[in-house]
């Protein structure tokens, strides 16, 4: 497996499931994100992780819930979600900034996504 | 609040012929922009990038004009080919010093563009 892969590409759930999305990269890469795509918005930045560590919450509701147990694994728990939830989640991946060139700005690699359905 | 936008959602353009995507930002502290490509059933990838202490970056078929004073990107692709449709994405990013994350990026709702052969 190459680049970044998401798992699975497609769920359905119910309100009262519980259900998790996982993500990994290969490129060695040690900053995670997780973003939300609804249709006709733009990509909203969910989470990131830089070297396991969480560094931004926007705001998210807490019935996402985030795990990154090493730099190669990111997770977005999923409990008790609603209509509104159903969206395309992609994950990312970068070198950090700290540690990248260009100023602190270093492409982020994305995944497939999963396509996400509430009923 | 949106801070990067791209008001056309669609543009269709002749095989051959130069298609021109438009991006505008509002906050004027961005220093570093990109475009994305997303086809159907994958994540978008990158293209092109430009930092603001340039006005043009070329690559191939792809420039990038930069227009601080007018908070105004494009991005040109000539000649167009039918495999360049898909849905272009703009994206800015803050210098690291100004942002928790260090390489967060804005994104626009993307404008989906079809080469007609």
């Known amino acids: 497996e190459t680049g970044v892969t998401q798992t699975p590409r497609h769920l359905v759930m119910g309100m009262t499931n519980k259900k998790s999305l996982k993500c990994e990269q290969h490129?060695?890469?040690?900053?995670m994100y997780w973003y939300k795509q609804s249709a006709k918005k733009p990509l909203e930045l969910m989470f990131v992780?830089?070297?396991?560590?969480?560094?931004e919450n926007n705001s998210v509701p807490s019935r996402f819930s985030p795990e990154c147990p090493n730099s190669s694994h990111l997770f977005l728990h999923l409990h008790t979600l609603q209509p509104e939830d159903s969206a395309l989640y992609l994950c990312?991946?970068?070198?950090?900034?700290?540690?990248?060139?260009?100023?602190?700005?270093?492409?982020?690699?994305f995944g497939p996504g999963t396509r996400l359905t509430v009923l | 609040d949106q801070q990067v936008k791209q008001n056309s959602p669609s543009l269709s353009v002749q095989e051959g012929r130069i298609s021109i995507l438009n991006c505008d930002y509002t906050?004027?502290?961005?220093?570093?922009f990109l475009w994305y490509k997303k086809y159907p059933a994958e994540g978008p990838t990158f293209l092109i990038s430009?930092?603001?202490?340039?006005d043009k970056n070329e690559d191939g078929r792809f420039t990038v004009f930069l227009n601080k004073s007018a908070k105004h990107l494009s991005l040109h692709i000539v000649p167009s080919q039918p495999g360049d449709s898909a849905v272009y994405f703009c994206?800015?990013?803050?210098?690291?010093?100004?942002?928790?994350?260090?390489?967060?990026?804005?994104f626009g709702t993307g404008t989906s563009l079809t080469v007609i052969p």
């Open positions: 990312a991946s970068s070198q950090d900034a700290i540690a990248g060139a260009g100023g602190g700005h270093n492409e982020q690699f």
């Open positions: 490129l060695g890469h040690n900053a």
């Open positions: 992780y830089n070297f396991k560590e969480q560094t």
């Open positions: 906050n004027s502290m961005f220093d570093y």
């Open positions: 430009i930092s603001s202490i340039k």
């Open positions: 994206a800015a990013s803050l210098p690291y010093y100004l942002s928790n994350t260090g390489n967060q990026f804005y």
